[in-house]
């Protein structure tokens, strides 16, 4: 059974920066690991995900070059560093899991199974 524990939200003015963790347990390296955010009026949507077989990474459109995905070398720890941030970033952060050797990370939530409590953030202008 994977678990997934977040945390490192919390409230910043635009502009400002914050970083997430997610602890990921009972996973091997064959897997993806994803942040999806569900921002207010929105639907789940895919920040970044890493494919943990090769480390290959994938941000989404919408925060590349503010955001970036990261691990540390254990495979155990998945980080979001969030920078530049807008009003429009402000929501429940999440972390999931899939597994999946080889391919693209998919990007739609549906076909993640594991997902962890989630995590605030809240960006004030």
């Known amino acids: 059974q994977v678990h997934l524990i977040e945390s490192g939200g919390g409230s910043v003015q635009a502009g400002g920066s914050l970083g997430l963790s997610c602890a990921a347990s009972?996973?091997?390296?064959?897997?993806?690991l994803a942040w999806f955010r569900q921002t207010p009026g929105k639907g789940r949507e895919r920040v970044g995900t890493?494919?943990?077989?090769?480390?290959?990474?994938e941000i989404s459109d919408s925060v590349a070059g503010r955001f970036a995905v990261s691990q540390d070398g254990a495979k155990k720890m998945l980080f979001l560093r969030m920078n530049s941030l807008k009003p429009e970033d402000t929501g429940m952060y999440y972390c999931?899991?899939?597994?999946?050797?080889?391919?693209?990370?998919?990007?739609?939530?549906?076909?993640?199974?594991?997902w962890g409590q989630g995590t605030q953030v809240t960006v004030s202008s």
């Open positions: 009972g996973h091997n390296s064959g897997y993806c």
């Open positions: 999931a899991a899939l597994s999946l050797y080889s391919g693209r990370c998919p990007s739609l939530p549906e076909v993640y199974p594991y």
């Open positions: 890493i494919r943990l077989a090769d480390g290959w990474i």
